[in-house]
Nanobody, 123 residues
Framework: VQLQASGGGLVQAGGSLRLSCVAS????????MAWFRQAPGKEREFVAS????????YSADFVKGRFTISRDGAKNTVYLRMNSLKPEDTAVYYC?????????????????WGQGTEVTVSS
């Protein structure tokens, strides 16, 4: 399984970005995919996850109302639409995948990781 994340960049506070994660290597209908992030000097934290089978999602409280995770099953791609960005959203964002029937939020349960895409939000 390979995951390729993209879409990061520099944006002003209040702006928007859309991250993409393309998965390849197998059929992903039984997989959950997620976004995590790691800010400088901080531990990696869960952002949102989505199950490829039915689109069920789970999001961290701090992103509800601002970030939306979605998928395109035909393209094996997961997106993270980020609106109303804040400087504290600055981090490297990683996509991850795991074969599971559940929408997981624990990073140790994910077996596959992308390389990360950097998001910088200026004030």
């Amino acid at each position: 399984v390979q995951l390729q994340a993209s879409g990061g960049g520099l944006v002003q506070a209040g702006g928007s970005l859309r991250l993409s994660c393309v998965a390849s290597g197998r059929t992903f209908s039984s997989y959950v995919m997620a976004w995590f992030r790691q800010a400088p000097g901080k531990e990696r934290e869960f952002v949102a996850s989505i199950h490829q089978s039915d689109g069920s999602t789970y999001s961290a409280d701090f992103v509800k109302g601002r970030f939306t995770i979605s998928r395109d099953g035909a393209k094996n791609t997961v997106y993270l639409r980020m609106n109303s960005l804040k400087p504290e959203d600055t981090a490297v964002y990683y996509c991850a995948a795991a074969r599971s029937p559940f929408v997981l939020k624990t990073d140790s349960l994910y077996h596959y990781w992308g390389q990360g895409t950097e998001v910088t939000v200026s004030s």
